[in-house]
């Protein structure tokens, strides 16, 4: 499986962004519903961090706790394509964010990472 992430920018405080991962190349009988897909961060001089997954087989979402509430993670089944709609973002939210992929429930980039989308958060 690949991933190609896209969405980020430069948002000032309070704004919001949505940020997208699509999946190609689904290949050995599965299906885009066969993996976990989730998202990571890391900024500047920190450890990443998980931020939320979208469980597989339709199981539900999981968010960190900085993300609860305000960031919401989708998936478009035709599109196999994952979203991460984010609101009220601050500057701690300024980081790369990579999607991952797991051919199991949960997001822990097993199998696949994307090369990363930058989020800048800046007035």
């Known amino acids: 499986v690949q991933l190609v992430e896209s969405g980020g920018g430069l948002v000032q405080p309070g704004g919001s962004l949505r940020l997208s991962c699509t999946a190609s190349e689904i290949t050995d009988g599965l299906t885009f519903d066969d993996y976990a897909i989730g998202w990571f961060r890391q900024a500047p001089g920190k450890e990443r961090e998980g931020v939320a997954c979208s469980r597989s087989g339709n199981r539900g979402a999981f968010y960190a706790d900085f993300a609860r509430g305000r960031f919401s993670i989708s998936r478009d089944h035709a599109k196999n394509t994952v979203f991460l709609q984010m609101d009220s973002l601050n500057f701690e939210d300024t980081a790369a964010y990579y999607c991952?992929?797991?051919?199991?429930?949960?997001?822990?980039?097993?199998?696949?990472w994307g090369a990363g989308t930058l989020v800048t958060v800046s007035s």
């Open positions: 991952t992929a797991d051919n199991h429930l949960q997001c822990t980039g097993s199998d696949a």
